[in-house]
């Protein structure tokens, strides 16, 4: 399987292979498309995959608004360009991503992953999102060096640095990445969930960071009892990248049951 995983990169856009129904990948905040390696080499049997770089991010385009809407649109912009709707995979901020681009241009969107995203979370700040990341000992001296500081989820974060002159630097822009979070600080995202119209898996890590009991509200919460709700014992954040099997059991299963089905927007 990983000798046939080819990588297409185009406009922020990486086509990794297969044949079938598109499947989308969205990353969180700081990453990239490419972080979605393994993941990728998995679902390609359920269809043709691809991972998008959100804007500011990757080689997405640059420059807000920094509005989840505005991710959405351009989401969509490139759901317009396949022949079929499109299943949305997405981790964190690409979980919003998703459903948001779901409710809001449900013709495109096939059914929807979301990876540890609660939908509202006011009234949190970037203050610590700014501490941990200014804590970081950039540049970073090697590849070697990000796999060593971020442990577990070293090879995670190794795809979402470059290299420059004096070491490797986050590609993002940490002013960006404060803006698109501080969104999330300000308003809720649940109008967004209750308009979705295609099946949902929201899969929550035992050690989520997220409003308690949220995550499987959200999943209660899609119309039509489309919903489903998973937590994945011993994963943080990235459960995709934590407890990989556990993850990739469950996208598979939901993936045989709705492509499975016919599509109904």
Same mark, same amino acid.
């Given at each position: ?67 989840? =809407? ?36 449900? =013709? ?14 006011? *009234? ?47 590609? @993002? ?46 999943? @209660? ?12 014992? *011993? ?31």
């Amino acid at each position: 399987m990983e000798g046939s995983l080819v990588v297409i990169q185009r406009d922020g856009l990486v086509t990794f292979g297969g044949d079938g129904p598109p499947i989308v990948l969205l990353h969180g905040l700081m990453g990239r498309a490419t972080t979605w390696w393994r993941v990728a080499r998995r679902l390609q049997p359920y269809g043709r995959v691809h991972g998008l770089d959100a804007r500011g991010h990757g080689r997405g385009p640059r420059g807000g608004p920094w509005r989840t =809407e505005r991710f959405a649109d351009d989401v969509a912009a490139v759901l317009r360009t396949f022949d079929e709707p499109a299943v949305l995979i997405g981790h964190s901020m690409g979980g919003l991503h998703a459903w948001v681009t779901a409710a809001t241009h449900p =013709e495109l969107v096939r059914a929807v992953v979301c990876e540890d995203f609660a939908p509202d979370q006011r *009234g949190r700040t970037v203050d610590t999102w700014r501490g941990y990341f200014e804590s970081w000992p950039v540049p970073f001296r090697s590849l070697a060096h990000v796999r060593e500081f971020f442990g577990d989820t070293g090879d995670y974060f190794v795809e979402c640095v470059e290299e420059r002159d004096d070491g490797y630097h986050l590609i @993002a822009s940490l002013p960006d990445l404060y803006e698109i979070a501080a969104e999330w600080g300000r308003r809720d995202f649940w109008e967004f969930v209750e308009r979705v119209k295609c099946p949902l898996l929201a899969i929550e890590g035992e050690r989520t960071a997220m409003p308690h009991g949220q995550q499987a509200e959200l999943a @209660a919460r899609v119309p039509g009892g489309l919903g489903r709700h998973i937590v994945v014992q *011993g994963a943080g954040h990235v459960v995709h990248d934590e407890a990989p099997e556990t993850y990739l059991g469950a996208v598979e299963a939901f993936l045989s049951d709705v492509l499975g089905q016919p599509f109904a927007s």
